[in-house]
């Protein structure tokens, strides 16, 4: 532990600024020791879990720095530095298949779940949550809807990945009215990142947390992987291609790790 002004401050380890930058580690240990979520930061590197009043805290707050922090912590404890990424093409699509994986005990329980999610403003497709925000308003209706998943997740287990969409969850795979170089969507890149980086946080049964190139744009897809991320979906074409995607994980200091479509199958991942 580290004093900062009155505070005492967790040592930030490899977060964004290497150890070797001291001048610029001291600075953000400054301000992470000035925030109001300090005592949430506390928590966090703890390992505890955060409760309702909390998420709407972190839903509330415009304090993005800390948010990442957070975010970027539990992260890589689970995955490190690794990042998953999935190539689809025009012919590959998962919204073919809403059913979940089930066992003879749980089918009925889980189908109520399922068709529940679907009508309470998020979609459950295969072993994905998929939260559609940019439809949803407010910081008190995202949290209820986020809650519900990590309820869900802590009673069956059935998700292996959550992916928060700013805009409708057709829209975002409408390739044609979807711009995948800039980004272009219902949601400010702040928000964006927000969504990302408090799902991370609040969903610790959940282990991966998704994006879609399509949806953040490159630039932002890369600066996501600090916050919370570690699974992304990519259309190719369009100059991307296999080798610019590794390129464009490395360039943010992440270690790129390829999920192929019969991977993705046998592991449960959408």
């Given at each position: 532990?580290i004093?900062?002004?009155?505070?005492?401050?967790?040592?930030?380890?490899?977060?964004?600024?290497?150890?070797?930058?001291?001048?610029?580690?001291?600075?953000?240990?400054?301000?992470?020791?000035?925030?109001?979520?300090?005592?949430?930061?506390?928590?966090?590197?703890?390992?505890?879990r955060?409760?309702?009043?909390?998420?709407?805290?972190?839903?509330?707050?415009r304090?993005?720095?800390?948010?990442?922090?957070?975010?970027?912590?539990?992260?890589e404890?689970?995955?490190?530095?690794?990042?998953f990424?999935?190539?689809?093409?025009?012919?590959?699509t998962?919204?073919?298949?809403?059913?979940?994986?089930?066992?003879?005990?749980?089918?009925?329980?889980?189908?109520?779940?399922?068709?529940?999610?679907?009508t309470?403003g998020?979609?459950?497709?295969?072993?994905d949550?998929?939260?559609?925000?940019?439809?949803?308003?407010?910081?008190?209706?995202?949290?209820?809807?986020?809650?519900?998943i990590?309820?869900?997740?802590?009673?069956?287990?059935?998700?292996?990945?959550?992916?928060?969409?700013?805009?409708?969850?057709?829209?975002?795979?409408?390739?044609?009215?979807?711009?995948?170089?800039?980004?272009i969507?219902?949601?400010?890149?702040?928000?964006?990142l927000?969504?990302?980086?408090?799902?991370?946080?609040?969903?610790?049964?959940i282990?991966?947390?998704?994006?879609?190139?399509?949806?953040?744009?490159?630039?932002?897809t890369?600066?996501?992987?600090?916050?919370?991320?570690?699974?992304?979906?990519?259309?190719?074409?369009?100059?991307?291609?296999r080798?610019?995607?590794?390129?464009?994980?490395?360039?943010?200091?992440?270690?790129?790790?390829?999920?192929?479509?019969?991977?993705?199958?046998?592991?449960?991942?959408?």
């Amino acid at each position: 532990m580290i004093i900062g002004g009155n505070k005492v401050v967790p040592v930030i380890r490899d977060w964004v600024i290497p150890q070797t930058r001291y001048q610029e580690e001291k600075v953000l240990i400054s301000l992470l020791a000035q925030s109001d979520l300090f005592d949430l930061i506390e928590k966090v590197e703890k390992g505890e879990r955060l409760d309702e009043a909390d998420g709407l805290r972190l839903l509330k707050s415009r304090d993005i720095l800390a948010l990442g922090y957070m975010a970027n912590l539990i992260r890589e404890r689970r995955h490190g530095k690794q990042t998953f990424f999935t190539l689809r093409t025009d012919t590959d699509t998962d919204t073919e298949t809403e059913t979940e994986t089930k066992t003879d005990t749980d089918t009925n329980t889980l189908q109520t779940d399922a068709e529940t999610i679907r009508t309470e403003g998020y979609s459950h497709f295969s072993r994905d949550a998929v939260l559609p925000y940019g439809e949803v308003r407010g910081a008190e209706a995202r949290l209820e809807r986020i809650l519900k998943i990590r309820e869900e997740q802590d009673r069956t287990g059935s998700f292996s990945a959550f992916m928060p969409l700013s805009d409708a969850f057709s829209d975002v795979f409408n390739k044609e009215e979807t711009d995948e170089i800039s980004g272009i969507g219902a949601a400010t890149g702040l928000e964006d990142l927000k969504v990302l980086a408090v799902s991370r946080i609040l969903l610790d049964n959940i282990p991966h947390i998704k994006t879609q190139g399509v949806m953040l744009g490159l630039k932002l897809t890369q600066v996501s992987l600090a916050f919370g991320v570690d699974y992304i979906d990519f259309f190719v074409g369009g100059g991307l291609t296999r080798q610019s995607v590794i390129r464009l994980i490395q360039a943010a200091g992440r270690e790129a790790a390829e999920v192929s479509q019969r991977e993705r199958q046998a592991r449960g991942y959408c």
